[in-house]
């Protein structure tokens, strides 16, 4: 436990004000392969192997809101990443996963199909897909992009998954130029400064990716697309208080029965809406806009029918009551960054999970 307690201590370091960053750099070298496939674990399952002795991983990134990117690399070892329908049902936010390699290589595989990729090569995966990589060496830039950062439409981005821009084309470079000035950039800016920079990013690279769309292609299985519009149902009408399995069921046109089959890989429907909605309710509490609503409003307001039920289980999934939230001591489970810097990637995949873009 004494290594778990240093790994997590050492792992992460503010940036710049408002933007907040992690890095893998400070953690001892022998617990840094695990923080590294913890910090991926949203993601990927990330096993290695034939490890010789210039093994080395790195891994750091910003949280620009709508687009999270960062550096990673990975030498010494055959490594192996895996995202299988069980890790897409469990872990799925609906984005996209953008790497653009610098150095080495690596093999895509996705939808029965392998593909070599060469530094300058941008790989684009749905993160609402299965897909793999293995490497016996690589270093890329990652951004991962909210849907609906890329300004594309449903069929568009039904066929995105397992696009490669090759590094010959112009889209490529100019995509890769842009990650490359983000990164280094990205440290200086403020949080401002950076959402808009990570906004105008989607859409630029939504622009340069359109025209290299193909005509059809493979589309989600039936189950897990099934899966995410039950999700972006329940998400659109958390402030529904008669939302409740029976209500989502007659909107997806499907029996009960069909919807727990589906919905099974996450739990329980009742309880995936009571998070959605106690999150919603402590991002408000910390939101100052909201100061002039009593917390039994906001409670009432995201579909909670009743303050005891609520306050009961608000304590329960968050460890403070409402009241210590609208204090102050909620801000700290926001907070990208944590007082004690180990708040890393799981926590920032959930949050653009549950984003909310501007108009």
Not at 182 to 192: H, I, K, T
Not at 200 to 228: Q, S
Not at 236 to 248: K, S, T, Y
Request: net charge neutral; aromatic share 6%; glycine share 10%.
């Amino acid at each position: 436990m004494e290594g778990v307690e240093e790994q997590r201590n050492l792992r992460v370091r503010a940036g710049a004000p408002g933007v907040p960053y992690f890095t893998l750099s400070n953690a001892p070298p022998e617990l840094r392969f695990d923080a590294y496939a913890e910090s991926v674990d949203p993601i990927f399952d990330t096993r290695r192997e034939a490890v010789s002795g210039d093994f080395s991983v790195g891994l750091d990134g910003f949280n620009a809101g709508p687009v999270l990117i960062g550096r990673s690399r990975m030498w010494g070892a055959g490594f192996h990443y895996d995202r299988d329908i069980r890790k897409v049902a469990r872990t799925g936010v609906e984005a996209v996963l953008v790497q653009i390699i610098t150095r080495g290589g690596d093999v895509r595989l996705h939808d029965g199909e392998a593909t070599v990729t060469r530094p300058g090569d941008i790989c684009v995966a749905d993160m609402t897909r299965p897909f793999a990589t293995r490497t016996d060496g690589c270093e890329n830039i990652s951004m991962v992009v909210h849907h609906s950062a890329l300004g594309l439409d449903e069929p568009r981005l039904d066929r995105l998954h397992g696009l490669v821009l090759r590094r010959e084309t112009l889209a490529a470079q100019l995509l890769g130029e842009h990650a490359r000035m983000l990164v280094e950039r990205l440290p200086q800016a403020g949080a401002d400064d950076a959402l808009a920079v990570a906004r105008a990013t989607g859409l630029m690279m939504g622009g340069l990716i359109a025209p290299t769309i193909p005509d059809g292609g493979p589309r989600a299985a039936v189950a897990v697309a099934a899966l995410f519009r039950i999700k972006r149902f329940i998400r659109a009408n958390l402030a529904n208080p008669e939302l409740g399995p029976d209500l989502v069921a007659r909107a997806m046109g499907m029996s009960r029965a069909s919807l727990y089959r589906i919905f099974a890989p996450l739990g329980s429907v009742g309880d995936f809406i009571r998070r959605q909605r106690l999150e919603r309710v402590l991002s408000d509490l910390g939101d100052p806009v909201q100061r002039g609503r009593s917390i039994a409003e906001i409670a009432y307001g995201w579909g909670f029918a009743d303050w005891s039920t609520f306050s009961r289980a608000f304590k329960a999934a968050f460890g403070i009551t409402p009241s210590e939230a609208r204090s102050g001591a909620g801000l700290a489970l926001q907070r990208p960054t944590g007082g004690a810097g180990d708040v890393l990637l799981p926590q920032w995949i959930r949050t653009l999970e549950m984003l909310r873009l501007p108009a």
